[in-house]
Nanobody, 123 residues
């Protein structure tokens, strides 16, 4: 089993920045691709960004140019830097890990999930 623990959410004003972290423990060697998803109230969970073990990345169009995903393989940790935040970015952000070794954007392709971290952007 793999456990994912997130940190770094909070309340920020529009145009501000936050950094989310997600640390994997347990059988972390089985993880290849890691991703971030988010879910706003009344909406479905949506893909935000993903990064492979070799650090190829992919972003949702809505966050491209504003968010940056990165990872430290030695620490089994993935990060999401959120810049130029907008009120519509308000959501619970979930870290996810997949055994698949290429970019995946479907939530069903991820095997493990973090507990979620609230990000609230005020206008």
């Amino acid at each position: 089993q793999v456990q994912l623990v997130e940190s770094g959410g909070g309340l920020v004003q529009a145009r501000g920045s936050l950094r989310l972290s997600c640390a994997a423990s347990g059988r972390a060697f089985s993880i290849n691709t890691m991703g971030w998803f988010r879910q706003a109230p009344g909406k479905e969970r949506e893909f935000v960004a993903a990064i492979t073990y070799s650090k190829d990345t992919n972003y949702a169009d809505s966050v491209k140019g504003r968010f940056t995903i990165s990872r430290d393989n030695a620490k089994n940790t993935v990060y999401l830097q959120l810049n130029s935040l907008k009120p519509e970015d308000t959501a619970v952000y979930y870290c996810a890990a997949s055994k698949v070794a290429f970019i995946v954007v479907l939530s069903t392709m991820y095997d493990y999930w973090g507990q979620g971290s609230q990000v609230t952007v005020s206008s």
